[in-house]
């Protein structure tokens, strides 16, 4: 049973200790939308809970986020930007998610008194305004805007409506007042958790980024994050920078769609860079790219055999899909709204890659009946773009495989 948004505020609100164990506990039946980018960093070790320490934890974070370095390749950048500019249309601009990150964010407190009583917390306060700075998504890059970005300001997208019970104070599907309705007393209630528990992020966006914004961020953040990786490898010895890197094959064109949840839930590139450069260490422990491949094929044709046998007849190229949704963690098929919720479990597992390749077979469980009715070169269409699905549907479902279905022994570990 998901946790309520009072219920996480008081977590989030900890004197001197927050109880990270149970903020993980709590997740992974999914994360209130307004407090969903601060528990991640908790999640990633980004924020300690130790809070005794936290001003001095962020503003170093922050020297060092400011200090790095943030241009690339020219070949890198205009392959990066081309992938962002795709996702954004498709993830953002296409009248099917019309809405969606303006419903994420927009959550209402229900449970009485939204505003909560604490001791004052003006040093972090302090501390929190100091990191966010401006808001760094309307500034143009003074060291130089890439061509791309010059082109889009000079035309730029037509401003998109997502929602228009949001700002003009209409009755929501539940009947009660938006956010933003002429009174404005919820929102400011909002306003005044979230100034309590602000650190390193404000508010999370309450509307889909430009495709300027977008783009903006994400060049800052990859830029620095490239930078940093480089640095770190210059600085270490070949082994050190074999783990960070991690496979020689990684594409890194998929730190797009990787990074891409982040900036759903962060309202500033320093938190956006921090919650992205923790996920990515996580994910270079993961098993080789083969190995993780190997590792979920095997599941695969063991927990489903039928359905295989029907992929390895009909031609369907799901070592080509498996292979995205390895590299992904699904955050390029999914709807964001989806990617969202289960990346609360993700981030929130023990394990994230045995949960990852047991929520995919749980997946082709679920489409199971659909991808019988389709050729090889449709089903691999729709398994590189899923339709919405019932997030914890699939993840009890991958429970309930992970019971009955061991996951196979990485290669790795057999060498």
């Known amino acids: 049973m998901s946790t309520n948004l009072q219920d996480w505020v008081e977590l989030l609100n900890a004197e001197q200790h927050v109880q990270v164990d149970k903020l993980r506990e709590h997740a992974r039946h999914g994360v209130a939308a307004r407090v969903r980018g601060e528990v991640w960093l908790y999640l990633l070790e980004v924020l300690s809970e130790d809070k005794t320490t936290e001003i001095t934890s962020l503003l170093s974070l922050n020297t060092t986020y400011q200090a790095l370095p943030h241009e690339i390749p020219s070949e890198l950048t205009a392959s990066l930007m081309k992938i962002a500019l795709c996702h954004h249309t498709k993830r953002f601009r296409n009248e099917t998610y019309a809405g969606l990150i303006s419903s994420l964010t927009a959550e209402k407190v229900r449970n009485g008194n939204s505003s909560i009583k604490g001791k004052d917390k003006q040093n972090q306060n302090q501390a929190r305004s100091y990191l966010m700075g401006g808001d760094t998504r309307n500034n143009n890059n003074k060291n130089g805007v890439s061509p791309l970005l010059s082109s889009i300001e000079k035309n730029p997208p037509p401003s998109i409506n997502l929602n228009s ?31 309590q528990l602000s650190r390193i992020l404000p508010p999370p966006p309450n509307s889909p980024p430009s495709r300027h914004a977008y783009i903006s961020i994400i060049e800052e953040v990859l830029g620095k994050y490239y930078n940093s990786e480089n640095l770190l490898g210059k600085n270490n010895d070949e082994i050190t920078k074999n783990i960070y890197y991690g496979d020689e094959c990684e594409d890194k064109n998929n730190w797009i769609y990787l990074v891409t949840p982040f900036i759903c839930v ?150």
């Open 165 to 195: 019970n949001l700002n003009g104070g209409t009755k929501d599907d539940d009947g009660e007042e938006g956010m933003n309705g002429e009174d404005g007393e919820e929102d400011d209630n909002l306003n005044t958790l979230r100034s």
């Open 266 to 415: 962060l309202s500033r590139p320093v938190g956006v860079f921090l919650g992205f450069q923790k996920l990515m260490k996580r994910m270079k422990i993961f098993p080789s790219i083969p190995s993780r491949l190997a590792s979920f094929l095997t599941l695969f044709r063991t927990s489903l055999p039928e359905l295989h046998s029907y992929c390895e007849d009909e031609q369907v190229p799901y070592i080509q899909v498996a292979m995205s949704w390895m590299t992904t963690l699904l955050a390029k098929e999914m709807w964001l709204s989806d990617v969202l919720r289960l990346w609360d479990a993700y981030l929130a597992s023990d394990d994230m890659f045995a949960l990852h390749c047991y929520v995919c077979v749980a997946i082709l469980s679920t489409c199971k009946e659909t991808l019988e009715e389709l050729d090889g070169s449709e089903a691999k269409l729709f398994l590189l773009d899923l339709p919405p699905l019932d997030v914890d549907r699939l993840l009890q479902d991958a429970a309930n495989l992970r019971v009955s279905f061991p996951l196979p022994r990485p290669v790795d570990d057999e060498v």
